[in-house]
């Protein structure tokens, strides 16, 4: 089962800040909603079934034909602007 | 101003007097916007109003008294002035949409929805955005971060969740018809809950265009009505393929007929199963037992045959649902990180694995917990383990689920095997709030439609009972629904007025 | 020029090759304009490919078509159902947070898998180079900063570019010598261009990742290299580094390193990248997709001429040499210029060897001599200028004699220069051939006069002949008809040795 060290990876590979005790307690949640899930391990389904997944025909597909976004500005939700760019945190 | 005998019309009727001017929609629209005001504070269905929603029922107005040069085609217009309550994860155009999160507190659309766009075609007026569990996560309007929503019935009682707005809107005369989502019940857990009808449709039925994805592959646009004939003109308006923006609509409008005027009202020839693991579950609550045996006699009395059948894959239903909701979760949400939209900081200086961490704890408990559930399960390791796995059991529960209904019409089953609880009676323990959903989860496990219909009260605590069909038999499920709405007549009340 | 049979067995060389499809008019899953070039930033966007809430991808069928031209051509085998997979991780040029894409772990689902190409372009020998998957992805958007990126405290981003549909071609690691990845990419640029798909020569249309790694040692990855052209210096700089490091018995660490193409040696990577967890799984909302064996074969059907047919055609039908035609058809834009030429001067040979020498060898000595596949724009440039009808005057002007093929190169440049036509540029400035004996006759007397060390030699030396010849045809400016004044310097050192002088 996963302890508080694994959490901790999984809360940085899901970019979500969290404090100790915030940790701790995930673990414990995390752990028995995981014991939960692992009633699947007994499920003797063999390769026969193929995993539930939906399909279409390739032609059902969209048409190349450009049409531009016309409808208001598409910046108009971003708060942090400069110009016409969108401002983010820098990578390091 | 509107009497509240008014306020309470099925949208039929109403549609009816506004097309031979007998009501103005303006003054149904402020009557019903004075009534939000009065008695929303109490019961938390709403989080935003339209402020336009008077104008456009001025327009309306103008176009029936002839001032306006429509030439007069407000007269096919099946929802004229009904007034709408859309579920704050459906994007509405110019109205703010906050999915119940921090994370959208301030967000608005650049575009409608497909549903609520066909549905202001037909004239419906959107009244406002209502409360739910943060992006769709929980089964009782509780997880939101503007407050839970109250049981219009029973107020320290939850409404359900996670559309627990639309339906308390539904149930205290706020709306008059609703939108909902339903990933696993979201849309008839409420509607059992509060005393009104509840739709989860065929799989890409409806456009998931403009529904915010919380796990795409098993949710659905739903419809909520006071009234089966309501549920069937907002079926019909809102059904139809949508491949110019979701390619895993389908193409069925015009193969599903809902003239129910013209049924009998009975359920002759018809057979119905019940699945004896959940009808004998010990999760099941013993008024919604009773209820549920008292419904099976009336469907009985109505002409149709039930049986018990033994589904024993649908031990896996919540595990493998679980798994692929928030598998599918963890990743639809990476996009809240506050560079293009939503909740924000100012980004200088900081840097970006900080930045992310620190906008992403904004969101609630319940969202936390799923990511993370849903980042582990896709982790690589684990991928053939839970998230494979979920999906071959997925696979089998509707093969199951598709034999049973190769040789009945219908499965007949509770919404919920619970009574709704109280406030804050349930929130604490995850594993226990995720075990309600048993009975739901299986229709959208399979793609196939669901409705919960108002059954009976228990102690003033609303029971509903739950119908599940083929692909496509949505008019199968309306059909049940309007003849045991015939039998029942007052013993049902679905608003409280 | 090393060979392939020259190639050393321990270097291992695999590539990641990501293509534009530039001809699609619009994005890879929204209908945003694909062409994002020399716009303002963000204003090629749509709430789909800013990845709004609510938005759903909606895939374009024609790139499909697209990759699968490609797959086929690289031998790939298509698989009956296609899949998209999300690829999660977190980059402020990537509007969702994942990257739709495609991935062959738990089942083949992309557009393309297994493929070969044969490598036989040179020396006769040849080797097969294996294609592990073709796949259809999003483009992200891109980064810039105010002033330079060490100073900057934030990110500019711009999302034109992000939801462009790219085509990533990964390769097993069968190369073992640099020139056969040029020899690789030459191929690939000439298959782009015929296709029809992606235009090599726009900025950012092609890039390329390289792994390196030599006998047992680590495997090295290359970055950002920007153009096909950079990918032999790359790689080539990269073995040398990784030899001269285990020559000093430093063991060789498996990192990622980035192809500086100004300083144009590879460098360590700022930070050392993160083992990453992508968590791939089906995008659920595109279905998988279904391909019928009948859908393959209309797509066989639909798709142009290819490089390989087009030598083959070249050869049979206008008589060209296997090697020029080759030369030809890898450049597609030197194999067409070449048929629109022949359709006003029909001497295809003659033609076909104008194009491949003369303004060949003129645009490589522009271009730097980088010998890449794909023009770089400057030669787009002067190719604009060069019409068919330039080149066919050229080539008729020569066949009949009225000028010498020196001439008929110095015309190509006033060609290019003024857009002049050949006919028109030889009656301006009189460059008719010189024939006439009497005149020629003074010029080379001249030329035995100043190099009379030179013309007795030429009694004896062949060579010595030839320098002589080359004086006269300088001054002559090249006008001289060089048979001519051949065998008047023979004359004269026949002469010569009669006399006994
Ligand atoms: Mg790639
Ligand atoms: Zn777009």
Known sequence: MVGVEEVRHLAHLARIGMKEEELRLYTEQINEILTYFNMLDELDIGNDIEPYRMSREYKAMRDDIPVAFSAGNALSNAKNVKGRFIKAPKMG | MVSSSKIALSAYELVEEVKVGSISVEDYIASMIERIGSMDERINAYITLNDHALEEARMIDKMVKGYSNDNGSYATKSLLGVPLAVKDNISTQGIRTTCASRMLEDYVPLYDATVVKRLKGAGAIVIGKTNMDEFGMGSTTEFSAFGATHNPWVYERVAGGSSGGSAAALAACMASIALGSDTGGSVRCPASFCSIYGLKPTYGLLSRYGLISYANSLECIGLMARSVLDLALMLKVAAGSDMQNDHTSIDANSSISLDLESMNHDLKGMRFATIREIVESEGTDEPVRDSMFDALSSVERLGAVVEEVSIPSLRYALASYYTIAMAEASSNLARYDGVRYGYTAQPDGVAWNEFYSKIRSNFGSEVKRRIMLGTYVLSSGYYGRYYMKAQKARALIRDEMLKVLNHYNAIMLPTMPILPPRIGERISDPLRLYMVDICTVIANLAGIPALSIPYSMYNGLPIGVQFMARHLDEPLLLRIAYALESARGDKVRRCMI | ?501
């Not at chain 3, 998209?84 to 991935?103: A, G, H, S, V, W």
């Not at chain 3, 898998?113 to 044969?118: A, L, P, Q």
């Not at chain 3, 999003?138 to 500019?156: H, K, M, T, V």
């Not at chain 3, 359709?343 to 890449?372: F, H, P, Q």
């Open chain 3, 1 to 501: 020029m090393t060979s392939i049979g020259n190639s050393d067995a321990r270097v291992r060389i695999g590539l990641e090759i990501h293509c534009q499809l530039t001809a699609l008019r619009s994005k890879l899953f929204c209908t945003c304009p694909a062409d994002y070039r020399g716009k303002e930033p963000n204003t090629n966007v749509c709430p789909v490919c800013l990845g709004m809430p609510g938005t759903l991808p909606l895939l374009n069928r024609r790139a499909i078509e697209y990759a699968m031209m490609l797959a086929l051509v690289l031998n790939c085998k298509i698989p009956s159902r296609i899949t998209f997979y999300r690829k999660n991780y977190f980059y402020p040029d990537l509007p969702k947070n994942f990257q739709i894409t495609q991935y062959n772990a738990y089942e083949q689902a992309s557009v393309g898998v297994d493929g070969v190409v044969e490598l036989d372009d040179l020396d006769g020998s040849s080797k097969t180079i294996r294609i592990r998957r073709l796949q259809l992805e999003e483009d992200p958007g891109r980064l810039a900063y105010d002033g330079s990126i060490d100073r900057s405290n934030y990110a500019l981003v711009d999302y034109n570019r992000a939801g462009v549909a790219l085509v990533e071609i990964v390769s097993e690691p069968d190369f073992n010598a640099p020139n056969e990845v040029r020899l690789f990419l030459n191929r690939l640029a000439s298959i782009l261009e015929h296709l029809g798909i992606c235009n090599p020569a726009l900025e950012g249309a092609v890039r390329c990742d390289a792994n390196v790694s030599i006998g047992e040692q680590a495997r090295v990855e290359i970055k950002n290299i920007n153009s096909f052209k950079d990918v032999e210096r790359a790689v080539t700089f990269e073995i040398t580094r990784q030899r001269s490091l285990a020559a000093r018995g430093i063991e060789i660490r498996g990192e990622t390193r980035h192809w500086d193409d100004a300083r144009r040696i590879t460098v360590q990577a700022r930070a050392k990248e993160e083992e990453e967890d992508y968590r791939y799984f089906p995008e659920p909302d595109i279905p998988s997709i279904v391909i019928s064996s009948k859908d393959v074969e209309a797509i066989k059907a639909s798709m142009p001429e290819l490089p390989h047919a087009r030598v083959e055609r070249f050869v049979n039908v206008y008589s060209l040499s296997r090697d020029t035609a080759k030369i030809l058809v890898g450049e597609k834009h030197l194999a067409d210029l070449f048929e629109a030429s022949i359709k006003y001067y029909d001497n295809a040979r003659s033609v076909a060897n104008w194009i491949v020498t003369d303004l060949k060898g003129y645009l490589e000595r522009y271009d730097d001599g980088g010998g890449d596949g794909s023009s770089s724009s400057s030669n787009s440039v002067i190719l604009a200028k060069v019409t068919p009808k330039h080149i066919a005057e050229l080539a008729m002007l020569v066949d009949s004699g009225k000028i010498n093929r020196a001439t008929a190169r110095q015309i190509l440049q006033r060609v290019i220069a003024t857009g002049m036509l050949p006919s028109a540029i030889v009656q301006s400035i009189n460059v008719d051939m010189l024939s006439n004996k009497d005149e020629l006759a003074s010029i080379v007397d001249k030329v035995i006069e100043e190099e009379r060390k030179a013309f007795m030699d030429a009694l004896s030396n062949e060579k010595a002949l030839n320098y002589l010849l080359g004086k006269v045809m300088r001054y002559s400016n090249g006008r001289a008809d060089p048979k001519l004044v051949l065998s008047m310097l023979k004359e004269r050192v026949i002469g010569t040795s009669k006399t006994g002088q």
